[in-house]
C-alpha cells in the first residue's frame, strides 16, 4: 500500500514536470507569440518600485532582500525551531539538509579560526546564509519580468500587447516585435500620475523584485561589515595593539632602517584594508550582474534549451560567490585575530 | 564625427572594452591555481579540504584583478 502511494506521488511529480516544459514550448514558439522571453531592463541602479515608507523610497533589489530575510526566518521559526521544540534527536527531511549545510560551515570555520572560531562564526556564516538565499532566490522565474509598465525614457521601447483582465487589472505584455522609438514631448515634465491612466506607448518593464546582488549597495554593504568586523575581532583578540598592524609607530622607533621599511608596508595594509571592500562587493556584484544579463541576453535569443543549462550555472554560481564571500570574510577575520609580531618573533 | 558628443561616448565604450582585457590575466592565474591545486589534490587527496580551500582563496584573489578592471569599466561607462 505505502509502496503504491510512494510510486503514485512520483508519478505525479513527473507529470508536472512534463507538463511544465510543454507550457513553455507552447508559450514561447506555438502559442499566441506573445509570451516571448521578456528580457529586463538592463540598468544599473535599482528602479524604484513606488512604495515608500515615510519619504524613503523601496527600491526592487531592497525588497527582494527583504523577500530573502523573510525566508531565512521563516526557515529559522518553522523548521529550525519546530525541530528544537519537538525535543526528537533523529533529525530529518529539511532540517537534515540545514544541518548539513550548517555543520560544512561550521568545520570551515574551525579549521580556520582554531579556538576562535566559537565567537567568529555568526558573523560569516550570517552573510553565507543572507548571500545563500538572496542569490538562490532571485532565480525564480518571475522574479525580474514581473513588474510595472513604463513609458522609456530614452532609446528604444516596445509596443504593448493586452494579455488578459483580472477584475479592473489588465495585464499586458511587451511585444518585442514591435520596436518603437522614445517621443520626446515637450512641455510635460510634471508627469507622474498621468500615466498611471494612459498607456504608454513605447514601453519597458520595472520589475517588482530584482536580485539583489545586481545593486550595488546590497553586496557593497556586507563588504562593509565583513571588513568593520576583521578590525573588531582583531581588537577584541589582540587589544588596542592590533593597529600596530596598520602604523607601527613602535617598530619605526627602534628598528632602524627595516623598521622603516615595515612602517610603510604597514601603510600599504592600511590600503589593502579599503580595497578589501571594493574587492569583496565587485566580485559578488560582478558575478551576479554578469550571470542576470547572459540570462536575458540568451533568454531572448533561444528560449527553451539553452537558458536552462545556464539557469543551472547560476544555481552554481550563486552558490559558489556565496562561499566565496563567507571563505574570505572567515579567513580576514580568524587572520586578525592572530598577533603578527609572534609569528616574526619564531 | 560630426557629433562630437557621441564620438566621445563612443570611445568611452570602447575605453570600457578595453579595460576588460586585462580579464585575460585573472583567467590565467584562476586556471593556473586551478591547475596546481587539482594537481596536489591528485598527488595527496588526503589533503583535499585544505588544498580546496586554499586554491579557491588564491582564485578569489585572482579573480579580483578582472573585478578591478570591471570597476574601472563601469567608472569609464556610468561615472566619466
Avoid at chain 1, 514561447?28 to 541602479?45: N, T
Wanted: proline share 4%.
Amino acid at each position: 500500500m505505502s509502496e503504491e502511494q510512494t510510486k503514485k506521488g512520483f508519478n505525479w511529480r513527473k507529470w508536472v514536470i512534463y507538463f511544465c516544459i510543454l507550457a513553455g514550448i507552447y508559450s514561447a514558439f506555438l502559442g499566441p507569440s506573445i509570451l516571448k522571453p521578456i528580457s529586463p531592463v538592463v540598468v544599473l541602479p535599482a528602479e524604484p518600485t513606488g512604495l515608500s515608507i515615510g519619504g524613503f523610497e523601496i527600491t526592487n533589489t531592497m525588497l527582494a532582500t527583504l523577500l530573502a530575510d523573510l525566508i531565512l526566518l521563516t526557515i529559522a521559526v518553522f523548521v529550525v525551531g519546530k525541530f528544537m521544540r519537538s525535543g526528537s534527536l533523529v533529525p530529518g527531511g529539511f532540517y537534515n539538509a540545514f544541518e548539513a549545510l550548517v555543520e560544512f560551515l561550521w568545520n570551515t570555520v574551525e579549521g580556520a579560526a582554531g579556538k576562535w572560531a566559537f565567537r567568529i562564526f555568526p558573523v560569516p556564516a550570517t552573510i553565507f546564509l543572507l548571500i545563500f538565499v538572496a542569490n538562490l532566490v532571485k532565480l525564480v522565474p518571475g522574479f525580474e519580468s514581473i513588474g510595472r509598465i513604463k513609458e522609456v525614457h530614452h532609446g528604444y521601447g516596445y509596443a504593448p500587447v493586452l494579455l488578459t483582465k483580472v477584475g479592473n487589472l489588465s495585464i499586458y505584455t511587451i511585444d518585442k516585435a514591435q520596436k518603437r522609438e522614445h517621443v520626446a514631448k515637450e512641455g510635460e515634465h510634471g508627469e507622474g500620475h498621468v500615466d498611471q491612466e494612459k498607456l504608454c506607448e513605447a514601453c519597458e518593464i520595472v520589475p517588482f523584485l530584482r536580485g539583489s546582488a545586481t545593486d550595488l549597495n546590497f553586496p557593497f554593504a556586507l563588504a562593509f561589515i565583513a571588513v568593520l568586523m576583521t578590525q573588531v575581532y582583531g581588537v577584541w583578540a589582540l587589544g588596542i595593539g592590533y593597529f600596530e598592524k596598520f602604523i607601527p609607530i613602535r617598530q619605526l622607533i627602534k628598528g632602524g632602517a627595516m623598521g622603516a621599511i615595515n612602517f610603510i608596508v604597514g601603510i600599504l595594509e592600511l590600503i589593502l584594508e579599503f580595497a578589501k571592500i571594493l574587492s569583496f562587493g565587485f566580485r559578488l556584484f560582478g558575478n551576479i550582474f554578469a550571470g542576470t544579463l547572459l540570462l536575458s541576453i540568451v533568454g531572448a535569443l533561444t528560449a527553451v534549451l539553452v537558458p536552462v543549462g545556464l539557469y543551472f550555472f547560476e544555481v552554481f554560481f550563486g552558490i559558489i560567490q556565496a562561499y566565496v564571500f563567507y571563505l574570505l570574510a572567515t579567513i580576514f577575520i580568524s587572520g586578525a585575530t592572530v598577533s603578527h609580531h609572534a609569528e616574526e618573533a619564531h | 564625427m560630426n557629433d562630437p558628443e557621441a564620438f566621445v561616448s563612443g570611445l568611452k565604450l570602447l575605453g570600457a572594452g578595453l579595460a576588460m582585457i586585462s580579464a585575460i590575466g585573472a583567467g590565467f592565474g584562476v586556471g593556473l591555481a586551478a591547475f596546481g591545486g587539482v594537481q596536489a589534490m591528485g598527488r595527496n587527496p588526503d589533503a583535499a579540504p585544505i588544498i580546496q580551500t586554499n586554491m579557491i582563496l588564491g582564485m578569489a584573489f585572482a579573480e579580483a584583478i578582472a573585478i578591478y578592471a570591471l570597476a574601472v569599466a563601469l567608472i569609464i561607462i556610468f561615472a566619466a
